[in-house]
T-cell receptor, first 112, second 109 residues
């Protein structure tokens, strides 16, 4: 089975721009979570979606938004990019009733 | 105080050594504990998952949880150069994972 996939792998943007990151979960997984990992730190929770509904939100500003589609894939949008948004953005999926989350390779975002 | 504390290392050991990686936590509501391995510029890979206090073994890896002390450990036996990576502890709080900062491990031949 294919694991969690994310696109693009790398992205360079300038301050003030907007970015959309994409994630496809493992087949059969209905929950998708997004995390931000700044260099030298552990991942920080941004959002969780289950069955297209937001189930949890971390301590991130409203510039961050996400959605989940009927096929359980997901997009993370970040508006008005700041230099501090430069990070590895990770998507994780999990199976209903299971506690473990499986991560994709991430999208590395650089904001100049 | 962070909810999860983890020594960032780096930890450098010779091949064949036993490695001990540790995390402490403050929230007694945490019930599920995980260890992830992350190679440079890659996503975290799930290594071990435990629920209750005690030990869980998988090959060269042993995960240990002590809920009374709010302390978890990962032991790696017969460490290999391919084990060189950052090891992240994670704890589940409702539907999200709370991660430590990660410990960077270097195993030299």
């Amino acid at each position: 089975d294919a694991g969690v996939t994310q696109s693009p792998t790398h992205l360079i943007k300038t301050r003030g721009q907007q970015v959309t990151l994409r994630c496809s979960p493992i087949s059969g997984h209905k929950s998708v979570s997004w995390y931000q990992q700044v260099l030298g730190q552990g991942p920080q929770f941004i959002f969780q979606y289950y069955e297209k509904e937001e189930r949890g939100r971390g301590n991130f500003p409203d510039r961050f938004s996400a959605r989940q589609f009927p096929n359980y894939s997901s997009e993370l949008n970040v508006n008005a990019l700041l230099l501090g948004d430069s990070a590895l953005y990770l998507c994780a999926s999990s199976s209903p009733g299971k506690e473990t989350q499986y991560f994709g390779p991430g999208t590395r975002l650089l904001v100049l | 105080q962070k909810e999860v504390e983890q020594d960032p290392g780096p930890l450098s050991v010779p091949e064949g050594a036993i490695v001990s990686l540790n995390c402490t936590y403050s929230n007694s509501a945490f019930q599920y504990f995980m260890w992830y391995r992350q190679y440079s510029r890659k996503g975290p890979e799930l290594l071990m998952y435990t629920y209750s206090s005690g030990n869980k073994e998988d090959g060269r890896f042993t995960a240990q949880v002590d809920k009374s002390s709010k302390y978890i450990s990962l032991f790696i036996r017969d460490s290999q150069p391919s084990d060189s990576a950052t090891y992240l502890c994670a704890m589940r709080n409702t539907d999200k994972l709370i991660f430590g900062t990660g410990t960077r491990l270097q195993v030299f031949p």
